[in-house]
Nanobody, 114 residues
Framework: QDQFVESGGGLVQPGGSLTLSCATSTILAKYRNMAWYRQAPGNQRELVGTITVGGDKTYADFVKGRFTISRNIDQNTIYLQMNNLLPEDTAVYYC????????WGQGTQVTVSP
């Protein structure tokens, strides 16, 4: 069973920054394409961005230029660096495979508010 433990969320003012972490298994961290997703209240879960095993990255238009995905295979961790946060970035953030298999972690809450 896949394992995802997201952390690093919190309350931040607009324009602020946060770095989210996702601890996962060795197999996923080293050998699988991974992604970050988010779900705001009343909305469906949406893709934020992806990172391949080779390090190639893609981002949703609404975070381009503000968010950066990275991975540390030595620590089995996927990161999401978020800069210039906006109130509409408020959501629960999750990491998973780029093609999820149905299992999700608990996510980490990000709230952007004055």
């Amino acid at each position: 069973q896949d394992q995802f433990v997201e952390s690093g969320g919190g309350l931040v003012q607009p324009g602020g920054s946060l770095t989210l972490s996702c601890a996962t298994s060795t197999i996923l961290a080293k050998y699988r394409n991974m992604a970050w997703y988010r779900q705001a209240p009343g909305n469906q879960r949406e893709l934020v961005g992806t990172i391949t095993v080779g390090g190639d990255k893609t981002y949703a238009d609404f975070v381009k230029g503000r968010f950066t995905i990275s991975r540390n295979i030595d620590q089995n961790t996927i990161y999401l660096q978020m800069n210039n946060l906006l109130p509409e970035d408020t959501a629960v953030y999750y990491c998973n495979r780029d093609q999820p298999r149905g299992f999700w972690g608990q996510g980490t809450q990000v709230t952007v508010s004055p």
